[in-house]
């Protein structure tokens, strides 16, 4: 092989080499740039993922507070009620007990003797 052409060979595999070498600088720029835009994609979405748990927590702690408002609210109301069925269960009784002696005293009037028969005057 002759001296020029060998010359020539060695001279496009260093000039390859130094087109390599300058590629592999831009491909490792552009990797450091993508790594970058990685790291800082990452810090966003931590800081939305804790401002999302943060908003969570808020609103778990106001549904927990509406939920202990309501069991509040129906204890009161089961309460309430409670109470006027025992009135009204007292009141049935008392009915009933004077029921019972309003038939007492008109089975001892019929016993005496007395018409069946009101007269009307």
């Given at each position: 092989?002759?001296?020029?052409?060998?010359?020539s060979v060695f001279?496009?595999?260093?000039?390859?080499?130094?087109?390599?070498?300058?590629?592999s600088g831009q491909?490792?720029?552009?990797?450091?740039?993508?790594?970058?835009?990685?790291?800082?994609?990452?810090?966003?979405?931590?800081?939305?993922?804790?401002?999302?748990?943060?908003?969570?927590?808020?609103?778990?702690?106001?549904?927990?507070?509406?939920?202990?408002?309501?069991?509040?609210?129906?204890?009161?109301?089961?309460?309430?009620?409670?109470?006027?069925?025992?009135?009204?269960?007292?009141?049935?009784?008392?009915?009933?007990?004077?029921?019972?002696?309003?038939?007492?005293?008109?089975?001892a009037v019929l016993?005496?003797?007395?018409?069946?028969?009101?007269?009307?005057?």
């Open positions: 092989m002759p001296f020029s052409v060998l010359f001279g496009m595999g260093v000039a390859l080499m130094g087109l390599q070498i300058r590629l491909v490792r720029d552009q990797i450091r740039g993508v790594h970058g835009e990685v790291k800082d994609l990452s810090s966003r979405i931590e800081r939305v993922e804790e401002r999302l748990n943060g908003r969570i927590d808020q609103v778990r702690d106001e549904l927990n507070g509406r939920i202990d408002q309501v069991r509040d609210e129906v204890k009161s109301v089961r309460d309430e009620l409670g109470g006027r069925i025992d009135q009204v269960s007292g009141d049935i009784k008392e009915v009933r007990g004077e029921v019972v002696f309003i038939k007492g005293h008109l089975s016993a005496l003797g007395l018409s069946k028969k009101v007269e009307t005057p």
